[in-house]
């Protein structure tokens, strides 16, 4: 069975930082493209970062210089820092693969405070 556990979120001012972590099923995550996505109510879940299997990198331009998507490939666990926080930033962050139809995680809460 295809698991994304996340864990790293939490309450920090504007400025902060905090690391988000998705450990993966083994079975999958050598082959995934992983993602982390946001996504605020009303709105619809946005993709933040993107990491390939080579390790190439995508980012959304409101985190470009301020988030650093990484894969830790023996650990079986991809990465987000997140740095110079901003209130707009406030989202339940979700961690996805994209192997066979896509799987997400159960999100973990991100709130930044003014």
């Known amino acids: 069975q295809v698991q994304l556990v996340e864990s790293g979120g939490g309450l920090v001012q504007a400025g902060g930082s905090l690391r988000l972590s998705c450990v993966a099923s083994?079975?999958?995550?050598?082959?995934?493209?992983m993602g982390w996505y946001r996504q605020v109510p009303g709105k619809q879940r946005e993709l933040v970062a993107s990491i390939t299997t080579g390790g190439s990198t995508n980012y959304a331009f409101s985190v470009e210089g301020r988030f650093t998507i990484s894969r830790d490939n023996a650990k079986n666990t991809v990465y987000l820092q997140m740095n110079s926080l901003k209130p707009e930033d406030t989202a339940v962050y979700y961690c996805?693969?994209?192997?066979?139809?896509?799987?997400w995680g159960q999100g973990t809460q991100v709130t930044v405070s003014s």
């Open positions: 996805n693969s994209n192997y066979g139809y896509g799987y």
């Open positions: 083994r079975r999958i995550f050598s082959f995934s493209t």
